[in-house]
């Protein structure tokens, strides 16, 4: 089964800006929806962001909205997420898992990363 593959992930202040990237080789991302996911400490994990399969359409939770951008490179199996502005309260390990079609809902993701962690913090 493909194997999705996080990095990007690190320490950044406040207003910092980080470009967390999802490797999925030999996933046509072009049938596969691209959800990010986050998980900080004590909390559930939540979903944010997604990129559809079939035709690229782009979701976001309302606590990202206008900060984070999706996106994806389909000849290199890559989806990206810039994240702009970053708060202190995005401070969480973040992944990204696919799932055949497209999204929302961001439900039903059965292939996932291990995870990159993100630290906001001045």
């Known amino acids: 089964q493909v194997q999705l593959v996080e990095s990007g992930g690190g320490l950044v202040q406040p207003g910092g800006s980080l470009t967390l990237s999802c490797a999925a080789p030999g996933l046509p991302l072009n049938y596969y929806a691209i959800g990010w996911f986050r998980q900080a400490p004590g909390k559930e994990r939540e979903g944010v962001s997604c990129i559809s399969g079939f035709d690229g359409s782009t979701y976001y939770v309302d606590s990202i909205k206008g900060r984070f951008t999706i996106s994806r490179d389909n000849a290199k199996n890559t989806v990206y997420l810039q994240m702009n502005s970053l708060k202190l309260e995005d401070t969480a390990v973040y992944y990204c898992?696919?799932?055949?079609?497209?999204?929302?809902?961001?439900?039903?993701?059965?292939?996932w990363g291990q995870g990159t962690q993100v630290t906001v913090s001045s």
């Open positions: 898992a696919a799932r055949w079609g497209n999204c929302p809902p961001i439900l039903g993701f059965d292939r």
